[in-house]
T-cell receptor
Framework: GQQLNQSPQSMFIQEGEDVSMNCTSS?????WLWYKQEPGEGPVLLIA?????ELTSNGRLTAQFGITRKDSFLNISASIPSDVGIYFC??????????FGTGTRLLVSP | DSGVTQTPKHLITATGQRVTLRCSPR?????VYWYQQSLDQGLQFLIH???????AKGNILERFSAQQFPDLHSELNLSSLELGDSALYFC????????????FGPGTRLTVT
């Protein structure tokens, strides 16, 4: 099935560092969503973006809707151990079924 | 806690068997979506129900079916199970028909042996 490409595939960082990840698509999206999934759990919605160029924050997380509408970015500032997980971007295609990215696995060393 | 509940948490069954996964959406949500997550395919959309009616299908196998009941809970039925059906199955819900923001349950891990 269709997937969005995320990079990097994984990151291993030190606590306190800032993190940047991105998501790209060959198609235009009108909405971008960012989810976090921890082991054994379902994806948790972090941020939703609805306008090209929009910048939205949720605590230490900031996401941007790319102006081409084919990409989105997620930044995490001052990472902490509980930020560990897999971060997925997602976008709706027809009837609001979500297409998910390949995921970025984040590991944080205390 | 998203407010979406799924049962059972884990399910182990043999090839050829049939299982039913259950989902209760968040209070007030009318849409229920089912997704499958496997290592090789990632998170894939299966099917969407809105207020009891099927609204969209993804790459759902013919051996799989779902329904949404008047109380808005949903069930995903998987039959003639194969080893390749082993995966995590998630249910998500949203308020209305056209909402992008979907809230996921904790999932059911299905293992077919």
């Amino acid at each position: 099935g269709q997937q969005l490409n995320q990079s990097p595939q994984s990151m291993f960082i030190q606590e306190g560092e800032d993190v940047s990840m991105n998501c790209t698509s060959s198609s235009i999206f009108n909405t971008w969503l960012w989810y976090k999934q921890e082991p054994g759990e379902g994806p948790v919605l972090l941020i939703a973006l609805y306008k090209a160029g929009e910048l939205t924050s949720n605590g230490r997380l900031t996401a941007q809707f790319g102006i081409t509408r084919k990409d989105s970015f997620l930044n995490i500032s001052a990472s902490i151990p509980s930020d560990v997980g897999i971060y997925f971007c997602a976008g709706p295609t027809g009837f609001q079924k979500l297409v998910f990215g390949t995921g970025t696995r984040l590991l944080v060393s205390p | 806690d998203s407010g979406v509940t799924q049962t059972p948490k884990h399910l182990i069954t043999a090839t050829g068997q049939r299982v039913t996964l259950r989902c209760s959406p968040r209070s007030g949500d009318l849409s229920v979506y089912w997704y499958q997550q496997s290592l090789d395919q990632g998170l894939q959309f299966l099917i969407h129900y809105y207020n009891g009616e099927e609204r969209a299908k993804g790459n759902i196998l013919e051996r799989f079916s779902a329904q949404q009941f008047p109380d808005l809970h949903s069930e995903l039925n998987l039959s003639s199970l194969e080893l390749g059906d082993s995966a995590l199955y998630f249910c998500a819900s949203s308020v209305g028909y056209g909402d992008s923001e979907q809230y996921f349950g904790p999932g059911t891990r299905l293992t077919v042996t």
